[in-house]
T-cell receptor
Framework: DSGVTQTPKHLITATGQRVTLRCSPRSGDLSVYWYQQSLDQGLQFLIQYYNGEERAKGNILERFSAQQFPDLHSELNLSSLELGDSALYFC???????????FGPGTRLLVL | GENVEQHPSTLSVQEGDSAVIKCTYSDSASNYFPWYKQELGKRPQLIIDIRSNVGEKKDQRIAVTLNKTAKHFSLHITETQPEDSAVYFCAATPNTGNQFYFGTGTSLTVIP
């Protein structure tokens, strides 16, 4: 157990819908990262937040957005969902000035 | 930005043999290189990492080597066991607390 939690574990929805994925970082970690992993694909970096502020942006679609709240948990919002958005979504966290990222168990999203 | 290439994409070895996975990176400013193991449907787990001021690091049957001049680093697993079967990802990052740039993964199968 990495100490990073994600909810829900599984999510099934229809095209055009909107979902919210939640991540709680390890206690004390200020940075949260979101990654997308499609079937048989690698880990695609989406976005990073540090202490509530957006820090880095990767290949995140305009239909996707994220935020980090004062209690440091983060939410990834996916809207106007398409079949191709079906994937595993991981969040990871790291401590201040520490490189190591610890991954959560992921949310498996299936868009039908 | 950084670009990480990983080879091979698949690797099969007999139990007890060694396995080597290689990664190259493009940004000479990268200074932290973690390796993650991901079992099917599970979260990536850090297995070993190396910083740019070190050329080699070992942890039991696992070792990582780094050649900064050639910009490549490798994962070595000795005396492989069936439970080593998984997908392995390398990554590089140029700055503490910034995003990881992941390789495309190597699916390792250890044949009993």
């Amino acid at each position: 157990d990495s100490g990073v939690t994600q909810t829900p574990k599984h999510l099934i929805t229809a095209t055009g819908q909107r979902v919210t994925l939640r991540c709680s970082p390890r206690s004390g970690d200020l940075s949260v990262y979101w990654y997308q992993q499609s079937l048989d694909q690698g880990l695609q970096f989406l976005i990073q937040y540090y202490n509530g502020e957006e820090r880095a942006k990767g290949n995140i679609l305009e239909r996707f957005s994220a935020q980090q709240f004062p209690d440091l948990h983060s939410e990834l919002n996916l809207s106007s969902l398409e079949l191709g958005d079906s994937a595993l979504y991981f969040c990871a966290s790291s401590a201040f000035r520490q490189e190591t990222q610890y991954f959560g168990p992921g949310t498996r999203l299936l868009v039908l | 930005g950084e670009n990480v290439e990983q080879h091979p994409s698949t690797l099969s070895v007999q139990e007890g043999d060694s396995a080597v996975i290689k990664c190259t990176y493009s940004d000479s400013a990268s200074n932290y290189f973690p390796w993650y193991k991901q079992e099917l449907g599970k979260r990536p787990q850090l297995i070993i990492d190396i910083r740019s001021n070190v050329g080699e690091k070992k942890d039991q049957r696992i070792a990582v080597t780094l050649n900064k001049t050639a910009k490549h680093f490798s994962l070595h697993i000795t005396e492989t066991q069936p439970e080593d079967s998984a997908v392995y990802f390398c990554a590089a990052t140029p700055n503490t607390g910034n995003q990881f740039y992941f390789g495309t993964g190597t699916s390792l199968t250890v044949i009993p």
